[in-house]
């Protein structure tokens, strides 16, 4: 195949040659990607049609998300649904006027109902030839569409409490009160949801909103959606069971779950959420972690079979009956009927790792004790785990995306808290200089990612703004004033790079990026919290913390510009729900003075540090105190009651008198 990349010299081969474009859209872990690379791209016969008809261009989606963004919007305009491989027919100035999905080979068309691949091709190249001018036709159609839809703003509306009660209605008609989690198959995890419901349940105490995530939770915790041997979590689940996964791992997807699995843990103090959060940090710091910081990208789905001879999903995760009998003996009884495993498999004749029961239920069905059964599960998972490392691994994406690492950083920053764990912290901190030494230009720029010491595309709105997301939680958790710092500068260059003047809503791309037929903007959060997202929720938290009111009213006015969508699409602005909620709740803002490592000073960090508290900014005295007065107004003409380590609290502009013990802290933080 003759592939070219994005860009003008593939726009001019266009022109010059008079083809249309094929454009494949798609990623490292995507099954349905190879498939289509396997059964079309690396066909002779083919690969020959494409190169002779069409300029050929592949782009990774996670290295330009403008360009998956834009043309994903017209197919799902096309076609009325999107996906990946995207397969998308292009003018030669790169308007999109036909396009697709996965495509089958000629000899699996009937099977799919649709024509086979080769067959599209012809008569795509057809059309080019012979019907020009309705295909130029049919482009503009589309780009006037998705302008108009792009363009159109509902009137503003700033978040209110019937906003959130009527976003809370939406997810609980929605919600699967058997199997947790949103609607049936395919079932996604939708962490930024349960965020906001754990907020929710904060704020106003309401049982609900905490059972629907403690059911979600519990459920993908105890399901083969969680890699129940090395930790971690697959992409999505292909039942509403969270039995079958689609087997991929995202970095994104086992940050954001991680993340909300600690906050559970902090809210309920259920066990299992605890140890599932820790499992899925300590996967990713062994199986996902650069040498020197920053996370990869993605595990593919697909892996070889033992005897190498082909690619199977799912190979690397399941497992035969027989093979279990074979690694544990006389535990493997036991072991099988805890996790599922039968003769006859639930995948392809083997066996996903799940549990049925919990194994406090699982205790009682076998007249054992609990502590008994977690031994012989943790003898057998180690024995398990040592065969499946000699089995050939899944494909590694070694990218280092901006955003994603963000997110990465924001979960390991908060576990060390929440965990006590110092090595988290740490794993926080290399990953935050790795992005700042790598993917910062000398001009002060952002970058996209980074791979093997290239980081070719500059950074959008999301890189911005998760990035910054991730050095707030970092700054929480070290107190180190450098990140307060380092966030500010990338807050402040994204309102001026992607901040549109005449509208005020923020686009995806910054002012200077490619233009393509349309400038994205998409507020919604899908598998990851989407840029607008991000950036309102950093923008309320740095107004707390630096005084910036400037801050405060972008974000207040991005809400009220997306307030309807909260409303009636709840599942899809989960991130921007938590946004939308901190916004109309009283704000704690907290500052703590004095000795950093003193026993005074420790006891009221903890204090603040071990509850579950959303809505509050903290400011203490720590590395990087001399930026303190130029930074935060918090930790400003602080004089430490009776010379020890003192707590200030304000709510809601409200300040009580300043505090030195742990319990009088406890109580202004109830309060607040």
Known sequence: MDWHPWGPEALEKARSLDRPIFLSIGYTACHWCHVMERESFMDMDTAGIMNSLFVCVKVDREERPDLDGVYMTAVSALTGRGGWPLSVFLLPDGTPFYGGTYFPPEEKAARYGMPGFGTVLKRVAEAFRSRRGDLVSSGKEICDSIELHEGSRAALRPPDKGLIDAALSELRKNHDTRNGGFGGAPKFPQPMVLEFLLRHHHVTGNAGSLAIVERTLDRMARGGVCDQLGGGFHRYST????????????????????????????????????????????????????PSGGFFSTLDADSATASGERMEEGAFYTWSAKVIREILGPDAPVFSGLFGVTDGGNFEGRSILHLPISLEEAAVEHAASPDDLEALVSRCRKRLLAVRVSRPKPQRDEK???????????????????????????????????????????????LRSWKDGDAPNTGF???????????LALYRADGDLRWLREAVILVDDMLGLFMDDSSQTFFDTAKDQERLFTRPRDPSDNATPSGTSGAAGVL????????????????????????????????????MLCAALFSVTPACQTAIAGEPGEAGFEALLQTFQKRFLPHAVLARSGPGASLAAELTPLLGNRVLAGGKATAFVCTDSECALPVTDPEALEKLLTRG
Request: hydrophobic content about 45%; proline content about 2%.
């Open 239 to 290: 039942d509403e069971q969270w039995l079958v996964p689609h087997f991929e791992k995202m970095l994104y997807d086992n940050a954001l779950l991680a993340g909300v699995f600690t906050e559970a843990f902090q809210v309920t103090g259920r066990p299992l959420f605890g140890r599932v959060a820790l499992e899925t940090l300590d996967w990713l710091l062994g199986d996902m972690q650069h």
């Open 400 to 446: 280092i995306i901006t955003s994603w690492n963000g997110m990465a950083i924001r979960a390991f920053a908060g576990a060390a808290l929440v965990f006590e764990r110092d090595d988290y912290r740490k794993s926080a901190t290399r990953t935050a200089e790795f992005l700042l030494a790598n993917l910062r230009r000398g001009d002060g720029r952002l």
């Open 461 to 471: 709105l999301e890189d911005y703004a998760l990035f910054a997301d991730g050095l």
């Open 540 to 575: 309320l938290t740095l107004s707390l913390i630096t005084g910036n009111e400037s801050y405060r009213t972008v974000a207040q006015r991005v809400l009220a510009q997306h307030s309807d969508m909260l409303r009636r699409m709840p599942l899809g602005f989960g991130r």
